[in-house]
């Protein structure tokens, strides 16, 4: 169906197009005659509006950008809950991308970012050391960027909403110690990830505090429930010896506990099990798993708000916002 624009009015009506389109912003200086004239004649045709073009002359689009590193689980589906909850409050549109973890597909979605002219992003990043150039040119031309959950290294004068993966990794592992837990394995995820780094160096603070760290318990892995289960397989095929796995993220853990539970490993009296992302899915496994939750609609909302002061005024602080988590111990661990 052939899209009716304000030409198409102005031919009609043989007048300029300024006039009709003048009419249709109810401009005081058009007479009330030629409005209601221009009027009906937009409704014979079916004439709309277009707002994105209407918003491009005022020098905005009223979009967001999201992109996230994956969809697969419901860490990132409630962080964008949160996004949506305040871009749609504020009569922003949100258009969100999934990266699925691959740096290249993650740059093809900035560069779609860029042709659909977004106010500004919202993005966790697949990678901490890939596109950062993309960034700086992207910011540089006056877009509003905010980083949540896995930030740039390098992009400092960028605004953040992140959590202490560190420290709140370290009290996870001091927790499984003080259980008296004293051969714990851990699942480290990929170099790549900011968040993956950071959580294993609180691990490794906590076991060597307390005397217990021994490397041959650290499992480089991916990031799906199936690298999960090849790590459990990893440990015991090497022959080591582990009381607790302390996985990276949720997704991991869960595919270490199905795997323990088909070695025939009782959890929590031969195994300990504890993950870090606090979504929905640490509640419906069985043995219901221990968790770090990070306030995942609140890190949303709070970059959502980030953005649109960024975008109101680029001239705004770039601030960092660090949340506070929240240790949910459950029988997995034995509470």
Same mark, same amino acid.
């Given at each position: 169906?052939? $899209?009716?624009?304000?030409? *198409? ?17 109810? %401009? ?43 969809? $697969? ?24 991308? !999934? ?7 993650? $740059? !093809? ?9 977004? #106010? ?25 960027? =905010? ?5 740039? $290294? ?6 953040? =909403?992140?959590? &202490? ?25 990929? *170099? #790549? ?20 760290? &021994? ?18 397989? %990893? ?7 582990? &009381? ?24 929590? !009296? ?66």
């Amino acid at each position: 169906m052939k $899209h009716v624009t304000i030409k *198409d009015i102005a031919r009609e009506l043989c007048i300029s197009v300024s006039t009709v389109s003048r009419a249709l912003t109810d %401009d005081k200086n058009i007479r009330r005659e030629t409005r209601e004239a221009v009027l009906r004649e937009a409704e014979r045709l079916g004439y709309r509006r277009n707002p994105v073009a209407m918003n491009l002359k005022m020098g905005r689009t009223n979009t967001i950008g999201v992109i996230v590193p994956e969809m $697969h689980t419901p860490y990132a589906s409630q962080v964008v809950a949160g996004i949506q909850s305040v871009l749609y409050k504020n009569n922003q549109k949100v258009m969100i991308a !999934e990266s699925d973890e691959d740096p290249n597909r993650e $740059h !093809e979605s900035l560069l779609m970012m860029e042709e659909f002219m977004v #106010d500004g992003l919202i993005v966790s990043m697949c990678s901490h050391k890939h596109n950062l150039e993309t960034y700086r040119r992207l910011a540089a031309a006056g877009m509003a960027i =905010v980083f949540y959950d896995r930030i740039p $290294h390098g992009l400092d004068d960028m605004p953040q =909403v992140m959590i &202490d993966d560190n420290n709140d990794s370290y009290f996870m592992a001091e927790h499984l110690v003080r259980l008296g837990r004293r051969r714990i394995a851990y699942l480290y995820g990929p *170099d #790549d990830v900011y968040n993956a780094v950071e959580r294993a160096r609180g691990y490794h603070e906590a076991m060597k505090k307390f005397g217990v760290y &021994d490397p041959q318990l650290v499992v480089k892995t991916g990031m799906t429930f199936a690298d999960g289960a090849a790590a459990v397989d %990893d440990l015991v095929r090497r022959g080591v010896e582990f &009381d607790a796995v302390y996985a990276f993220t949720d997704t991991l853990a869960i595919g270490a506990m199905n795997r323990l539970r088909e070695l025939g490993r009782r959890i929590p !009296e031969d195994v300990a099990v504890a993950g870090f992302s606090g979504t929905e899915l640490s509640t419906i496994v069985y043995p219901k798993l221990t968790t770090v939750e990070p306030p995942l609609g609140e890190m949303g909302r709070r970059a959502a708000e980030l953005v649109l002061e960024k975008v109101n005024n680029p001239a705004a602080e770039n601030r960092r916002i660090v949340l506070r988590t929240e240790m949910k111990c459950r029988a997995s661990t034995g509470e």
